[in-house]
Each structure stands twice: as C-alpha cells, then as structure tokens.
C-alpha cells in the first residue's frame, strides 16, 4: 500500500498562458486510501482547484463515492436529488444512474453494452446545437465546436451545491482537436482536444474585476429560478456558453412543479474558499433569475440580471484563462465545486464511444460568503 509521502504532486501542464490552477498528483490508490492520502488530496484541491489523479482505471464506483464523500462526510444524496427524473429537465437526457451506487452517474457518448449493471445503455454527449440560438453550421461540425454550457454542479433549488465533483474517464475517442469558437464578435477562439472538459476559475474571475465590481459582487446575492433546469428548458444560449438569451420562453411558477418558497436559493455572488480564504465569482449563469443587492433593492428585470452577470463573468472565460483538460483513460478528475466553473466541450460522431462517471452530493452546509470565518486547520 502506497503511503502519503509517496504521492507526488506537480503543477497541471497548460497550454493557455494565465492558467493559474490545476495539479497532477501521481501514486494515488484510491481503493486504499489512508488518511494522510486524504489530507494531501484535500489541501491539493483547495489550493489548485482542480486534481488529476492519473492511472485509476482499476478505481470502483464505490472507491470514487467515499472519495467524493470525504469532502463532505455529513452530505447524503447526488447533487441534483431526484430533479433527474422530471422529464422536462434539461438535465434528464445526459446522465444515467450506477444501480448500485446512485450517488455515480454515467455520462458519455455512443452505444454501451453493459457497464456496471446497466445494459444496452446509448449515451448522449450534450451538442451545443441542441442549447445555443445560433449553433455553428453542420458543415463545421467535425472541425469547430463552443463551451456548451459553463456552470457549477448543483441544484440551486432545495440542496446545497455540491462541494467537490469526480469525473472518471473509463472509455476516451483521441486521435483530433477542434477549433472551439466564441463567436460573441470578440474572434476568440483556441484549439481544443476532442471531448475536452473546460475549466475556469472563479478566483481569477474576481481577481480581475474592477475595485467598484468587486465591492458589487461581494455584498449582493443571486437568486436562482425555481426547478431551474426545467425553468430555463425553452429558452437557449449565447454562443459563448455563459448564459442565456432572453427571449421570454422561461416557464412561469405555475407550469413548473410546485413551488416551496423556502427552497428557493439565494446564494451569495461570491463564495470563500475554505482553505485559503481566496474568493472566488460564483455564479450559475444560465439559472439566475435576480440580483439582491446591499440596500434592499432588487434587480428583477430577466434581462438586466443576465447582462450584469455576463459582464461580470465573460473576462474570466477569455482563452488564455481556460484549462481545457485532455482525458486519458484512467484519469479521476476531482474539482472544487465551490471555486470553478465548467463546461462540457465538443462534438462526437456516433461511433465516437466515450465512458465516464461524475459524483458529487448536495453539500451539508451552504458555500462560505465572503464575511465568512475560515477555520483554523
């Protein structure tokens, strides 16, 4: 059994030039880890963000659960509850539950026999055609691709967001990168490996706001629409993949499941890291229905809400602060939660077979404002 000083930690390896965040961590065994793995991982992921632990093919969707659950050993349940089963959701196509470990979902692409007890399974990777207005035309669809969605793992109704998030890759297509494209006027663009999954943080995000933002930012709250991923289930993206354009389709309260006001979220725009005391811009942008501000006051105007927080947030997505992670098999990528955004990248062909697992659960506690006390260690 390998022991802590045999974890060997090192910088993630970047293409893009600002990239801050991200570490390697080789010699990890995740079927038998001890306590001081644990704390070594822990301090990692809150320091760097994002973990890669390399050659954990032999990882179980057990082993991945307690792993997740360390993080947070009071949280029960998957991050999203059981919102998965309304058939409305946005959500509802993309993920499929392990029988045997529900907190493991299999996300992917492509016709699977059988894994882990589910059989004749056909995955679907999230196209960004299927979500943004203006997708890229077909004839470029092999070639280019966008950010299909940036956003944090959670609910944002009833649970807390999910602390930390593992993503298990067990089947990879290689061999082509893709253009990704903003096509947002500014001719962003960067070349991204196939089937990437792109990560910004939100430390970086609020680190390059103005002095006046970042005192905006700090003292006002978010609040999140209610059944959010039903919600927003007509309405469609900008090509950037942050946040939506507002076309009045959003359902009204009285055609989404019932309401309980005191599930409603409202969440600070800025969440402290529980480690470092950094702050971090976290904002879910396709689900933000208001802002709540320092006097009182309430911004309530859909489309007002979602150009401040564009502005806010499209700087810390530019290309050369995004880390565009290209999986290997047997790569165990864990995030916090709490301190970067994300976003599915990418289009397959239909024999393009890709395998993963995601877990995470709802959080036992609310992310730390920004007045908030981080504890002693």
Known sequence: MLSALSLSVKPISSSTSNVDFGAVIDNVDVEHLTDDDFAVIRETLYKSQVVVLKDQAKCSPKAQFELTHRFDPEAQGYGHGKTLDAKRSILHPDLKTVPHQPEVQIIGNGFVHEYEGLKNIKLVHPHHRKFHKDPIPEADDSTHTRFYRWHIDAALYD???????????????????????????????????????????????????????????????????????????????????????????????????????????????????????????????????????????????????????????????????????????????????????????????????????????????????????????
């Not at 006046?212 to 978010?222: A, G, L, M, N």
């Not at 019932?258 to 005391?277: E, R, S």
């Not at 599915?344 to 659960?361: H, I, K, P, S, Y």
Request: aromatic share 6%; charged share 25%; hydrophobic share 40%.
């Open 159 to 377: 649970l807390n967001p999910p602390k930390v998030t593992t993503l298990m890759a067990v089947s990879v297509p290689k061999g082509r990168t893709q253009t990704l494209r903003y096509d947002d006027s500014t001719g962003d663009e960067m070349s991204v490996p196939l089937g990437t999954t792109a990560f910004v943080s939100g430390y970086r995000m609020y680190d390059i706001l103005s002095e006046e933002d970042k005192d905006f930012v700090r003292t006002s709250r978010i609040e999140y629409a209610p059944h959010p991923y039903i919600w927003m289930s007509a309405a469609k993206s900008r090509s950037d993949g942050l946040g939506l354009i507002s076309d009045d389709v959003e359902l009204k309260d009285s055609e989404l499941p019932l309401i309980d006001p005191a599930k409603v979220q409202i969440l600070p725009m800025v969440w402290k890291n529980p480690v470092t005391g950094k702050l971090a811009l976290q904002m879910h942008p396709s689900a933000v229905r208001k802002i709540h501000l320092e006097n009182g006051d309430v911004i309530d105007d859909l489309a007002t809400v979602r150009e401040i927080v564009h502005r806010l947030q499209r700087p810390g997505i530019s290309p050369d602060l995004v880390y565009a992670h290209d999986w290997e098999e047997g790569d165990l990528v864990l995030f916090n939660n709490h301190g970067v955004l994300h976003s599915v990248v990418g289009a397959f062909a239909e024999d393009e077979v890709r395998l993963f697992r995601q877990c995470n659960m709802a959080a036992s506690e609310p992310p730390m404002g920004p007045n908030m006390v981080v504890a002693a260690a």
